[in-house]
């Protein structure tokens, strides 16, 4: 009983690769369009890439955040930054330049190195 049950499922998957239905979730990467290029999007098999090298902002005047969302090519780098929301236009620009010399662990699909974007804020402490 147990062969015939594996048997049909092994018979199952194989029919719906054959018939282009089946999908291997592990492979369902969604890609969006950035002033870089196509990137792969943070979620199922892409795993959200890590900090290898930080550069700080430059203070500001007051406490505040930036929500930014980052292009990161295949190499870890940072190449487009996108400033969501900020505080204010002060650390907007800080964020925006310490972000784009931060350097990221690169980011694999399937084997092969893909641009991801990536979302992260920034806190600014109060001065003094």
């Known amino acids: ?30 890609y969006v369009d950035t002033p870089v290029g196509k990137a792969a999007v943070i979620g199922g098999p892409v795993r959200e890439p890590k900090v290898i090298a930080r550069v700080n902002p430059d203070p500001t005047n007051t406490a505040g955040f930036v929500q930014a969302r980052v292009v990161i090519d295949e190499n870890g780098l ?21 972000l784009l010399q931060w350097k990221f662990t690169p980011t694999f699909v399937q084997g092969a190195p893909v641009k991801v974007v990536y979302e992260l804020k920034i806190t600014f402490k109060q001065p003094g």
């Open 1 to 30: 009983m147990l062969k015939a049950t594996r048997f049909l499922a092994a018979l199952s998957i194989a029919a719906g690769l054959l018939s282009g239905c089946y999908s291997d979730p592990a492979y369902d990467v969604r």
């Open 78 to 98: 940072v190449k487009n930054v996108e400033i969501l929301s900020a505080t204010d236009n002060a650390a907007a620009e800080s964020a925006k330049a310490a």
